[in-house]
């Protein structure tokens, strides 16, 4: 992502496309000085490349506004319902990206979220910035990483900031798991950096994990916090969902307590659920359908 990325330059629009439809923007921010790695701007400063990818991002959302607010126009001076709140609405976000806010830190009313949806709008993706410190620099004196969170980079505005060592993450991807975890030990880190991105990405995102187990395989499930069993179940098969009969449910502590299924059922501790049961993190489930 370079500067005149909005208007064509590196790989301009077609990364712009790419990135609309994902949930969530990692932003990756050099935060290591090596002579053998070189910069595309000559010098080593992650406020400046984030405030450049952020410009981007903003200058791409205000041509998409532009060319909407184009097309609701005519429908207003047409007197069509609806197309009078709507320009408002995009003059709203006009103004506030103009004024050098990103969407994301808008409070939407309600009625507007199908709009905002709708635009598939850049800068109103939650983002993770991921600092990538180099081998030394994982401890919080490095000056660069220092510079981000003096900024209040990663504070609120559903945006979380991580700190990697890609190099390191290299290493670590070529040991076996008991070298793994005795480098870890050394470094006196509890998670790789690639755990890091993944928490952090869940927590920007809200999301939780479920599992299903059987005699063949077990599985992770991936739902927003507040997902109900249906839902849930539609998550592995749409079947499921239409069909959804009840949820037998246990919790991942509990789980851990009885170390089998057979055994969670003996003791009495699997749950029955109905439609309106909403999903924890950690869950066990079985779902029982009929279609």
């Known amino acids: 992502m370079v500067r005149g990325a909005s208007q064509g330059e590196g790989l301009g629009n077609r990364f712009l496309a790419q990135i609309r439809d994902v949930d969530a923007v990692a932003q990756v921010l050099r935060c290591f000085e ?21 410009t981007e991002l903003a200058l791409a959302d205000l041509e998409t506004l532009d060319r909407r607010r184009e097309k609701v126009e005519k429908k207003a001076r047409s007197g069509e319902k ?150 849930a179940a539609g998550k592995i098969h749409t079947d499921f969902q239409r069909g959804f009969i009840r949820a037998e449910t246990i919790g991942f502590r509990e789980f851990e307590l009885a170390r089998s299924m057979r055994a969670a059922r003996e003791q009495g501790i699997i749950r029955s659920e109905g439609r309106d049961y909403v999903v924890e993190d950690g869950d066990l489930i079985f779902f029982r359908f009929n279609v």
């Not at 790695?37 to 952020?54: F, I, K, N, S």
């Open 82 to 231: 609806g197309a009078k709140r709507e320009l408002d609405f995009l003059d709203l976000l006009h103004g506030h990206l103009s004024g050098g806010e990103p969407i994301r830190a808008l409070r939407v009313p309600p009625e507007n979220l199908p709009i905002l949806l709708d635009l598939g709008l850049l800068t109103a993706k939650p983002v993770l910035y991921v600092a990538n410190v180099g081998e030394a620099g994982m401890g919080d004196e490095l000056p660069e990483f220092r510079r981000l969170t003096e900024a209040g980079i990663g504070e609120g505005g559903r945006s979380a900031l991580v700190k990697v060592s890609s190099r390191i993450e290299a290493e670590l991807a070529l040991l076996d798991p008991v070298e793994r975890e005795e480098f870890l030990l050394e470094l006196g880190w509890r998670k790789t950096g690639l755990e890091r991105v993944i928490r952090g990405g869940y927590e920007l995102l809200d999301l939780i994990t479920f599992f299903t187990s059987n005699e063949k395989e077990s599985r992770a499930w991936t739902v927003p916090r507040g997902t109900r069993a249906p839902e």
């Open 34 to 54: 090596d002579p053998d790695v070189t910069h595309v701007m000559g010098t080593v400063d992650p406020l400046r490349d984030m405030e450049v990818v952020e």
